[in-house]
């Protein structure tokens, strides 16, 4: 079994400390063999170019059509593509600002600064800048801050920025909003999978695990020969993005092509990670995605992940099992499944992959 790990195998670089110093080179570290570097030409794929965009505005109304056909978009969306964008959801646009503009603002304090929240790949949370532990690993252009909303035993202020001043009251509502979002998209998606409405929530256990990622891609002089972000399917159970507000950078894979996603104002990109998909027994599915970077524009963006109570054991419902389509997964719980991605880092979908029983 895999063991966490106390340190860090080579010493941190801060990606943003090497853009700032670098002008038309970087370090080969970073530079992606060539089948894995971005590909611009290759973003538009049968004339589709952007995942779909929902509107939520009448999800709870009285108008049974209108909450039908958003349902069905979303059991499209989601078997289709894994991944949708979702307007009208109920956030307050002020608080996606104030929510981005603290982070942005947290990522311009002085290094010395960031620097006393560092992390490890013991827990993760806090300012870090690579993901896995392999030594020699090649690296992704980013750094991050990684930090706990949800269950309460994991939620340590301490761990938080105590700046910008504003950082935990606006986290703290931004957690709760979320949450509260998430859930209303778990009933929809239990529904469209035929189970009762609180069937998938109820799978998540009875405290789910709601963390935050909030990456920070500096501008890079080479673009062309490194990713922000590595190919990957988020582990946990549901995403909910925030992208930049000025800048593209995420991709979505669609068949053996990669469509750059055009975040619509004020949207959450929403996507489906690897714990739905084995809870879904693959009738839903995690997508691949990765993110590239550009030479005259930073971005940032706030990756909330909702995801099932971090130890009990999370496999295909019952309810969706026939004789002809048996469990394609075993039993694990997330806290296990995890470590996969924490040791090795982002791989594709490799390990949702490799967990399929043999039938
Ligand atoms: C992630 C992620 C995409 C982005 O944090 O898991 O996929 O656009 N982020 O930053
Ligand atoms: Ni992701």
Request: aromatic fraction near 10%; charged fraction near 25%.
């Amino acid at each position: 079994m895999l063991k966490t790990q106390t340190d860090w195998p080579e010493p941190i670089i801060r990606v943003q400390s090497l853009s700032e110093g670098c002008k038309d080179s970087i370090p080969e570290r970073y530079i992606k063999p060539p089948i894995d570097r971005p590909f611009v030409q290759n973003s538009c794929y049968d004339g589709i170019n952007n995942i779909p965009i929902i509107d939520l505005g009448g999800l709870n109304g009285d108008d049974l059509d209108v909450r039908g056909s958003i349902l069905k978009k979303i059991s499209e969306a989601c078997r289709e593509w894994g991944f949708f964008q979702i307007v009208n959801h109920g956030v307050s646009h002020d608080l996606m600002d104030k929510a981005r503009e603290t982070w942005r603002e947290f990522f311009h304090l002085p290094m010395e600064v960031k620097q006393q929240y560092a992390n490890s790949p013991k827990t993760y949370e806090g300012y870090g800048s690579r993901l896995g532990i392999e030594k020699g690993a090649i690296l992704d252009w980013s750094d991050y801050y990684f930090l706990h909303y949800s269950p309460f035993s994991l939620k340590d202020y301490n761990k938080w920025p105590s700046s910008p001043p504003s950082c935990r009251e606006v986290f703290d509502e931004y957690g709760r909003e979320l949450v509260k979002l998430c859930g209303r998209l778990m009933k929809v998606l239990s529904i469209n999978l035929g189970l009762e409405e609180e069937k998938l929530k109820n799978a998540f256990g009875d405290e789910i695990g709601a963390c935050m990622r909030i990456n920070f891609y500096p501008k890079c002089p080479r673009p062309e020969l490194t990713l922000g972000l590595s190919s990957h399917s988020d582990p946990g159970g549901m995403t909910m993005l925030l992208p930049d507000d000025q800048v593209a950078g995420l991709q979505v894979r669609k068949f053996h092509h990669w469509i750059t996603v055009n975040p619509a104002p004020y949207a959450f990109i929403v996507n489906i990670g690897d714990q739905i998909q084995v809870l879904s027994n693959a009738t839903y599915k995690s997508v691949e995605h990765r993110v590239i970077v550009n030479s005259d524009k930073e971005r940032v963006s706030l990756a909330f992940f909702y995801n099932p109570k971090s130890d009990i054991p999370i496999e295909p419902l019952k309810d969706l099992l026939t004789p002809e389509r048996p469990a394609l997964y075993p039993p694990m719980t997330f806290d296990e499944y995890r470590l996969f991605i924490r040791m090795r880092g982002p791989c594709g979908k490799s390990q949702v992959e490799s967990m399929k029983s043999p039938i």
